[in-house]
């Protein structure tokens, strides 16, 4: 018992009391050992198994380059559209995987949730860092592909990267919690995020330059622009894509829109109020999940 | 909060309830709605449930199949939250509910034993060096690799109540977990929580076996339909239930020595 507080000298709790969010990081070790399961467990069973993280981007990366930028033309409006493509690809990938993956987590580990007492944003928090680990090898993917064609690293493109991952961090994990909860009422939510996820591939400047949605809805973008996952996606471009043009300034100047960073601010702050909410939200429907999984 | 400091377990007016149905369909829904009929129906699984407990005493939870025995537990494991009415407890809680531990079917042993560890709030350092003692003692020999899916269910209890027992708690909750258990594998484990209660932490323990009850504990709850039906000196206790399977529509069989047949046997 060496380890131990003596039981006279610890109050008298609720049982049940998990502080939310702050407890998941109050247990960093249980969190790493779910996130390492989850890595081990989300393609059990198959041969080629976490290739498959890497597969699923690549072949949805040929598919745009070749059909969008050669055969429909896009790649004529973008210089190196294929480091377009695939920056914001990597972006909208760890958003998509944290959102689906979330969503399913709690039910996913109903074993686990219906007979452990331990804070159940775990799951959903933990699902997101899986999808932030596969990140990392395509951002290398990425920075060698930039390498090559010219690109050399600037502060204001680093700043850009880390607002538009901190702007999926936080977004996905509120959406993960919003979802997991409601998965556990109804498994209809898990399809319904499929299609959902499918509107966000679409509604960013990742296929086609943001200069295409300016010159089309002139007016109108600030709306296109209030979806924060199209703002990370610009902010992707401005990172790595603007730079391996042959003029960085003129392609900024030309395919972001003005005040990129203070767009990404704005909408990494709503991004955190999002958490906030999703957290209120999970603890009040929290009670009611091991009886209905 | 006026509760003396040793206090254990403090379970004050605490009500859960159920619903009956959870998923209907839209079909179900609408066709419900157009005829009018409720679409809910619950019930309490406990009603207005008290009482207190000292640290070190050790309870026998008694009760039918369906009397809330297993809710009671999960709200003091602190898996749920009471719908009305308080739970507090002092001090770290092991034990398993419903016979068996939160295990993942798809790891393996070992890394349910290191997952599971952590969920009760050991440090990593902490579960390598109680390892060797959980393994001896679940006796699991090389299936420790393999997806605890594949294991029986008597190994999977078994690996889950060595967990549960090598966490340095205040609070071990039992839930039947001999119910799948063969002879040896009960002896050791009446055994082992012996040991627990004679180490001065408090002792919840879930059976039917009114011998092992006897044997393990100093006082005896019984809940009946959600309520307290007796609470107090464990013969009493034991008489008190014997009273109820002794009910003419009962079951004709003699469950009072089948049970103490299961006790006597450890």
């Not at chain 2, 207005?48 to 494991?77: P, Y």
Request: charged share 20%; proline share 4%; hydrophobic share 45%.
């Amino acid at each position: 018992m060496t380890e131990h507080v003596a039981v006279a000298e610890q109050p008298l709790v609720a049982p049940s009391a998990s502080n939310g969010l702050i407890g998941v990081f109050s247990r960093r070790y249980l969190l790493r050992l779910l996130v390492r399961r989850e890595i081990s467990a989300r393609y059990q069973g198959s041969f080629l198994g976490l290739l498959w993280s890497y597969i699923n981007p690549l072949s949805q990366f040929f598919i745009y380059w070749f059909v969008m930028g050669k055969i429909i033309g896009m790649g004529d409006r973008a210089e190196n559209y294929a480091i377009h493509v695939f920056a914001g690809l990597i972006i909208v990938h760890f958003f998509v995987e944290t959102f689906n993956a979330g969503t399913r987590s709690i039910v996913r580990n109903k074993a686990l949730v219906k007979k452990m007492a331990m804070p159940r944003e775990m799951f959903p928090v933990a699902s997101m860092l899986v999808s932030l680990f596969h990140v990392g090898p395509q951002l290398v993917i990425l920075l060698i592909a930039c390498l090559v064609t010219g690109w050399s690293p600037d502060p204001v493109g680093l700043a850009a990267a880390l607002l538009a991952l901190g702007i999926v961090m936080f977004l996905g994990t509120s959406l993960a919690l919003l979802f997991s909860t409601a998965n556990v009422f109804f498994r209809d939510f898990s399809s319904a995020v499929s299609i959902l996820t499918n509107f966000v591939r679409f509604g960013v400047p990742m296929i086609y330059p943001y200069t295409l949605v300016a010159d089309r809805f002139a007016g109108h973008t600030e709306l296109y622009l209030a979806n924060p996952i199209a703002d990370a996606v610009l902010l992707m471009q401005r990172a790595f894509w603007t730079g391996t043009t042959n003029d960085p300034a003129a392609t900024a100047l030309v395919h972001l829109p003005d005040h990129l960073l203070t767009r990404g601010a704005i909408a990494l702050g709503a991004s955190v109020v999002m958490l906030v909410i999703a957290q209120i939200v999970f603890s009040r429907l929290e009670n009611k999940i091991p009886e209905r999984l | 909060m006026g509760y003396p400091s040793d206090t254990s377990i403090v379970v004050e007016d605490v009500t859960k309830t159920f619903t009956l149905r959870y998923h209907r369909t839209f079909k179900q829904v609408s066709v419900a709605l157009l005829k009018g009929r409720d679409l809910s129906d619950t019930f309490n699984a406990l009603d207005h449930v008290s009482f207190t407990v000292k640290q070190g005493e050790s309870i026998g939870l008694m009760g039918l199949n369906g009397s809330g025995k297993s809710t009671l537990l999960k709200l003091v494991n602190g898996i749920m939250k009471p719908d009305s009415g308080t739970v507090l407890t002092r001090g770290r809680i092991a034990g398993l509910i419903a016979t068996g531990a939160g295990f993942h079917p798809q790891l393996t042993g070992r890394e349910n034993v290191y997952l599971n560890a952590a969920v009760l709030g050991m440090s990593e350092r902490e579960t390598a060096r109680k390892f060797d003692d959980i393994i001896e003692f679940a006796e699991i020999g090389r299936h420790l690799d393999a997806p605890v899916g594949n294991y029986s269910s008597g190994q999977f209890a078994r690996l889950g109540f060595a967990v549960a027992v090598h966490v340095d708690s205040d609070i071990f909750l039992a839930d039947e977990v001999l119910a799948v258990g063969d002879r040896p594998f009960k002896k050791k484990c009446m055994e082992k929580m012996q040991e627990i209660r004679d180490s001065g932490r408090t002792l919840f323990y879930v059976s039917h076996a009114a011998a092992s009850v006897r044997k393990m504990c100093d006082r005896v709850i019984v809940l009946e339909n959600g309520k307290v039906g007796f609470d107090g000196a464990v013969n009493a206790g034991i008489k008190y239930l014997k009273y109820e399977d002794e009910n003419p529509d009962n079951d004709p069989d003699d469950m009072g020595d089948l049970d103490e047949e299961l006790g006597a046997d450890i």
